[in-house]
């Protein structure tokens, strides 16, 4: 069953909001996992109108999950979510990571989106506790991060255990994600399950994705599994 993803840091919406609804719209995806999503005051009525904007509803996410947001169209049906925080650490952001288990046609799968931290001492930790989180699922994951570090990190090595780096699937872990005036980090991924396949990768760089946002969007298309 395909389906369409984009994982997208939307620098708390502080660039052209109208470029970053164009991004979105033309990429027609079938979930969004949004970091950097409304988590303060009216933050349900914020959400609510970035989702709209992109043309999707709201599945999981916003304030309970630290600004970790997941939308969807209404070709994708969720069937229940869930939200995790990770432990504060003195003087840090908290933060957590968002979950929502959904279904396209006879495919089901667990959506997942978290961004961690900046500190390098915090992340390990909260990347051990994702891991446990994504490992408890019975569905095939589908999970986009913004990790604040490449792959020759810790943080990066235990989140991937176990799942499929997209871009190095699609031979394309060349391609960096920030910042979109200088790209020379890729701390932006999507990981997958093994039984999912990767039919298609995009690091997008336009325009219109240079004012959008900091982090250029990472769009990925996937072919799912029917999950008895």
């Excluded at 093994?194 to 325009?207: A, F, K, L, N």
Aim: glycine share 8%.
């Amino acid at each position: 069953m395909p389906l369409r993803v984009v994982s997208y840091n939307i620098h708390s919406q502080r660039d052209d909001t109208a470029a970053l609804a164009s991004v979105v719209r033309e990429a027609a995806p079938d979930v969004v996992i949004v970091q950097e999503a409304p988590r303060r005051l009216r933050w349900r009525q914020k959400s609510a109108t970035l989702a709209d904007s992109f043309g999707l509803v709201v599945a999981a996410g916003g304030l309970p999950s630290l600004g970790n947001l997941l939308l969807t169209s209404l070709r994708v049906r969720v069937t229940g979510t869930h939200c995790q925080r990770f432990p504060l650490t003195p003087g840090r952001h908290l933060r957590g990571a968002a979950y929502a288990r959904c279904q396209v046609g006879g495919a089901r799968f667990l959506l997942a989106g978290s961004h961690l931290s900046t500190d390098p001492a915090e992340r390990p930790g909260q990347a051990a506790l994702l891991r446990r989180e994504l490992s408890a699922s019975d569905l095939p994951v589908v999970f986009g991060a913004d990790l604040n570090e490449g792959p020759d990190g810790p943080a990066w090595g235990t989140v991937a255990s176990g799942l499929v780096d997209a871009a190095i699937a699609a031979d394309a872990a060349d391609r960096h994600t920030y910042s979109c005036t200088n790209p020379r980090r890729r701390i932006d991924a999507l990981f997958v399950d093994p039984r999912v396949e990767v039919v298609g990768y995009d690091v997008v760089d336009t325009p219109t994705t240079r004012r959008a946002s900091d982090h250029f969007p990472v769009l990925v298309d996937l072919l799912l599994p029917v999950v008895d």
